[in-house]
């Protein structure tokens, strides 16, 4: 019995040498897995603050453009509206030179009138 019990006691070592063994193999190994997946992360962490990072210069760019298109929108008003007041000018000039047109030539009628009238009075005497 002595015999069989050191043997069974040198068998149970064996196991729990290759238990412990099998146990340290494991744990590397999921150590190591554990390692890859927090470089994963740590990568994966990176390309997101970079993405995050260019998201808010194309945001910041956005808001610019934003700006400057307002801003060139009330130039292009204020270049319309300008127009349109030299139209309304052009526009009163002209109704102002045809009204002086119209005076000049009804005065230049009664002026003729005038004149054919003296011319026909100096005929008839």
């Known amino acids: 019995m002595i015999a069989d019990?050191?043997?069974?006691?040198?068998?149970?070592?064996?196991?729990?040498?290759?238990?412990e063994?099998?146990?340290?193999?494991?744990?590397?190994?999921?150590?190591?897995?554990?390692?890859?997946?927090?470089?994963?992360?740590?990568?994966?962490?990176?390309?997101v603050e970079d993405e995050k990072a260019k998201s808010d210069e194309l945001e910041k760019q956005l808001a610019e453009n934003?700006?400057?298109?307002?801003?060139?929108?009330?130039?292009?008003?204020?270049?319309?509206?300008?127009?349109?007041r030299e139209i309304d000018d052009a526009k009163d000039k002209i109704s102002y030179l045809e009204k002086q047109l119209s005076d000049n030539e009804e005065k230049a009628k009664?002026?003729?009138?005038a004149k054919q009238n003296e011319i026909q009075q100096l005929i008839e005497s």
């Open 110 to 113: 009664e002026d003729n009138e």
């Open 66 to 84: 934003e700006v400057k298109a307002r801003e060139a929108d009330d130039v292009k008003q204020d270049i319309i509206d300008s127009l349109n």
């Open 5 to 19: 019990d050191k043997e069974k006691i040198s068998l149970l070592e064996k196991q729990l040498s290759d238990n």
């Open 21 to 47: 063994t099998k146990a340290k193999e494991d744990n590397e190994a999921k150590q190591n897995e554990i390692q890859q997946l927090i470089e994963k992360i740590t990568i994966i962490e990176k390309i």
